[in-house]
């Protein structure tokens, strides 16, 4: 078993958070990821797209630049079974479309907001993502 990574996870914890609160502060937005995402896509394509964008390609840099600096990106291995990865991207993307929002903007932003309904998205969220792992740690 590999030890915990506390202080990183602290400081990514801390820079969300962080962005989060520029995000409320300079454009007066919550961070949903999803909805940021779903407004670049035609036909709902929204007019202020640069900030759009911008955070888009920074969430892709990231990583990036830590393994730059590092060596390491961490964000672990890239998927085995390619095809069943896009598939289960293509289900979370309908499902935040379907549930209006996804882990960012209800998780991070919702609850923190004290939002009954990003409690209640937070919490089905957490229970698929667990019955998920278990059923797959049995099928693959």
């Known amino acids: 078993m590999t030890e915990p990574m506390i202080v990183p996870g602290l400081i990514g914890g801390l820079m969300i958070g962080l962005a989060v609160v520029f995000m409320m502060a300079t454009l007066g937005r919550v961070v949903g990821i999803s909805g940021i995402v779903d407004s670049l896509i035609p036909p709902r394509m929204a007019p202020d797209k640069i900030w759009r964008l911008t955070f888009i390609a920074g969430l892709l840099l990231g ?5 730059l600096a590092t060596g390491e ?3 672990g291995r890239v998927a085995d079974h390619v095809p069943l990865a896009v598939l289960a991207g293509l289900l979370v993307g309908v499902g ?3 549930g209006s929002g996804c ?3 209800h998780g991070v932003c919702g609850i923190a907001r004290f939002s009954r309904r990003s409690l209640v998205a937070t919490g089905v ?3 698929a993502g667990i019955v998920t792992v278990a059923i797959m740690r049995h099928v693959i």
Not at 63 to 67: H, K, Q, T
């Open 125 to 127: 969220f957490m229970v």
């Open 73 to 75: 990106s961490g964000i």
């Open 96 to 98: 935040t479309v379907i």
């Open 63 to 67: 990583p990036l630049l830590v393994a």
């Open 103 to 105: 882990t960012s903007g």
